[in-house]
């Protein structure tokens, strides 16, 4: 079992800027972030995969939010610039099990706050 232990969040203004950090205790084959706001479901927020580096953005964060990663030390970071108070959610770090698999460990998730 591959345990994702978060660093990061906390409150911040409008148009302000967050870093998120993930570490998993094992291998990964690629990492991602999601969000959960209040009273909606579970978004993907932005992914990368290990093979190739590609990496997915949600239209929302597009330009906004920077994922980055370490395949061999198998950490995310997800950088939040330009925050706004839509981007309110817990957080949270996730890893695929296998190359084409779905995200199959998850973390404890990380509190986001952005006032206006």
């Known amino acids: 079992q591959v345990r994702l232990v978060e660093s990061g969040g906390g409150l911040v203004q409008a148009g302000g800027s967050l870093r998120l950090s993930c570490a998993a205790s094992?291998?990964?084959?690629?990492m991602g972030w999601f969000r959960q706001a209040p009273g909606k479901g579970r978004e993907s927020v932005a992914s990368i995969g290990w093979s190739g580096g590609n990496t997915y953005y949600a239209d929302s964060v597009k330009g906004r939010f920077i994922i980055s990663g370490d395949n061999s030390k198998n950490t995310v970071i997800l950088q939040m610039n330009s925050l706004k108070p839509e981007d309110t959610a817990v957080y949270y770090c996730a890893a695929r099990g296998t190359e084409a698999g779905s995200f199959k460990y998850w973390g404890q998730g990380t509190q986001v706050t952005v006032s206006s």
């Open positions: 094992g291998r990964t084959f690629g």
